[in-house]
């Protein structure tokens, strides 16, 4: 399959949403599938000067997707149109961290998450920089999943580098996290709706929200 993908490999667009690995990704499955939102599958990329920083990840974790524009939830466990009326709440996502606050209806499918992505750069690293911008970019996961890094993710991040151009490996990793981030909010934002699983887009066209 490595193989296949290198011989594949194209300057196109990069597919994103419900394609590939992000197909059957799904975000907060604290309360069962029953309630989860379509996650998927996001890049996003960075020029700075000379080097390029891009990320591909897949987002299927167990904390819900904030867009940290806003601090917005796009996609968690959903209230149901029953729990809306009975709250006479406009809310559409319940919070995940809230709900493990009171270990509410804790569901036993919580094992089935994880986020996990590669940050590509031309900019030259050793493999102890690679390491170091490979950490940095985690914190992307942080300033967009709530909560990350749980017990039930496996979430990772993986670095790699063509070496052609100098840089700052502070400033890589910093950058990395950026287009990390951007990443896990495309990805959500370009799902689309799979079986009974609705998208963010799904959800705004229904409530105008």
């Known amino acids: 399959m490595g193989y296949q993908a290198c011989v594949q490999a194209s300057d196109a667009p990069v597919p994103q949403g419900s394609v590939g690995a992000g197909t059957g990704a799904t975000v907060g ?4 599938m029953e309630y989860a939102t379509k996650g998927g599958l996001g890049s996003a990329s960075m020029i700075v000067g000379d080097v390029v920083i891009g990320a591909l990840v897949v987002v299927n974790p167990f904390g819900d997707v904030r867009d940290p524009r806003n601090g917005q939830i796009i996609a968690g466990p959903r209230v149901t149109s029953a729990q809306s009326k009975a709250t006479s709440d406009a809310a559409v996502f319940r919070d995940t961290l809230a709900l493990m606050k009171r270990n509410a209806g804790v569901s036993s499918q919580l094992l089935s998450n994880t986020v996990v992505g590669v940050v590509a750069t031309n900019a030259r690293l050793t493999k102890e920089e690679a390491n170091k911008v490979a950490q ?11 909560p990350a890094h749980t017990m039930f993710d496996g979430d990772t991040i993986f670095a790699l580098s063509t070496g052609s151009q100098a840089c700052d490996v502070s400033t ?3 950058c990395a996290a950026e287009v990390v981030a951007d990443a896990v909010v495309r990805a ?4 689309k709706k799979l079986a009974e ?3 963010y887009r799904d959800i705004v066209s229904a409530t105008g929200v």
Do not use: S
């Open 29 to 32: 499955k604290i309360l069962g």
């Open 136 to 146: 940095m970019a985690q914190d992307g996961l942080a300033r967009t999943i709530f």
């Open 172 to 174: 890589v990793g910093a």
């Open 188 to 191: 959500v934002y370009e799902a």
């Open 197 to 199: 699983i609705p998208a």
